[in-house]
C-alpha cells in the first residue's frame, strides 16, 4: 500500500480536495490524508465544489500535521515528495458564486494534476 499524504497551511481546502479525489479515485494501493501546519475547520465552498464532482467531504476534518504523521511535512521512510503549487482558494473575495467560482478553478487544477501523477503511478 502506498500513502499519500497532502500537506497545506490550513487544511481546509487544497489539501482535504486533493485528499477527497484520491480516496475516490486511488484504489486499494493508494492510501490518502491530509493535514495542515495550523488546525482550523473544512471550508463549506470546498465541500460544495467537491460535491459537484461526486465527492463528498463533509465528513473530513481539519488535522495538524503531529496528528495526520509523526513529523509532517517530513514522512519517515518517504520515497517521493512533490510539491504542487495551488493558490489558496479561501482567500477569494466577493459574493459566494465568485468565491465558489475560484474554489471550482482550483478544485479543477487539483483534479488534472492528481490524474496526471495516478497516470504515471499507475504505468
Known amino acids: 500500500m502506498t500513502r499519500v ?31 495542515g501546519t495550523e488546525k482550523t475547520s473544512v471550508n463549506p465552498l470546498a465541500i460544495e465544489a467537491m460535491a459537484e464532482r461526486g465527492i ?41 458564486a465568485e468565491r465558489l467560482a475560484v474554489f471550482r478553478r482550483v478544485r479543477d487544477q487539483i483534479e488534472a494534476r492528481l490524474s496526471e501523477w495516478l497516470e504515471s503511478v499507475r504505468a
Open 5 to 35: 499524504l497532502f500537506v497545506c497551511t490550513h487544511n481546509s481546502a487544497r489539501s482535504q480536495m486533493a485528499e477527497g479525489f484520491l480516496r475516490a479515485r486511488g484504489g486499494a494501493r493508494l492510501e490518502a490524508a491530509s493535514a
Open 56 to 96: 463528498d467531504i463533509s465528513t473530513h476534518t481539519s488535522k495538524m500535521c503531529d496528528e495526520a504523521n509523526e513529523r509532517c511535512p517530513f514522512v519517515p521512510g518517504m520515497r517521493n515528495r512533490l510539491h504542487w503549487s495551488f493558490p489558496d482558494p479561501s482567500r477569494a473575495t466577493g459574493t459566494h
